[in-house]
């Protein structure tokens, strides 16, 4: 019997959605394969078909995520405030857990590399020690402003967060006093 891609999409889905939702709340160690299955209201024999484990699962989203931006960018020397806002639009649930308290740095570097690839060599000049910094304090402040705005159900709208975002980097903070 063939099974209907639209059922196993959702299915895929679910799953995904669920280990998002239990990953915002707990780190990955303690997440199970049955956890996920029953909240998710599958058998653990279903996860299996589409995941050898929780780990192959965080992959699969992690990589997913990665591949959208990979595909955003392509055509672009550098992402904008707009590219990240859509990002976040577009992936706020599997971003918000990756992201989150019990997120992996290690990701977060990976998602800010494939953003901000082409920054440094259109904004800051190489030769300068400093260029690091400032280049690490831009994408990181730009990156905690949109996890704060996801953290907080995105209670601004997007354009109101990006001419935020645009002031603080153009006019510091003194704007808004």
């Known amino acids: 019997m063939k099974k209907h891609p639209e059922i196993t999409k959702k299915t895929k ?6 280990f998002c939702e239990l990953y915002c709340q707990k780190p990955i160690e303690k997440i199970t394969v049955q956890e996920i299955a029953n909240k998710a209201g599958y058998n653990r024999s279903t996860f299996y078909q589409y995941f050898t484990d929780v780990y192959d699962l965080l992959n699969f989203v992690e990589n997913d995520i990665l591949d959208y931006i990979q595909e955003k960018m392509k055509d672009k020397e550098q992402a904008d405030t707009r590219d990240i806002l859509l990002l976040f639009e577009e992936k706020g649930t599997s971003l918000n857990a990756l992201l989150g308290d019990c997120g992996n740095i290690r990701f977060m570097e990976k998602v800010k590399n494939e953003i901000f690839s082409g920054v440094q060599k259109y904004c800051f000049p190489k030769d300068n020690a ?7 304090f831009q994408v990181s402040t730009a ?28 006019s510091g903070i003194s704007f808004a006093i």
């Open 143 to 170: 990156f905690s402003l949109l996890r704060l705005w996801q953290r907080r159900q995105k209670d601004l709208p997007p354009d109101e967060l990006y001419n935020l975002i645009d002031r603080l980097f153009t």
């Open 13 to 18: 889905q679910s799953l995904i959605e669920v």
């Open 130 to 136: 400093v260029t690091p910094y400032l280049l690490e």
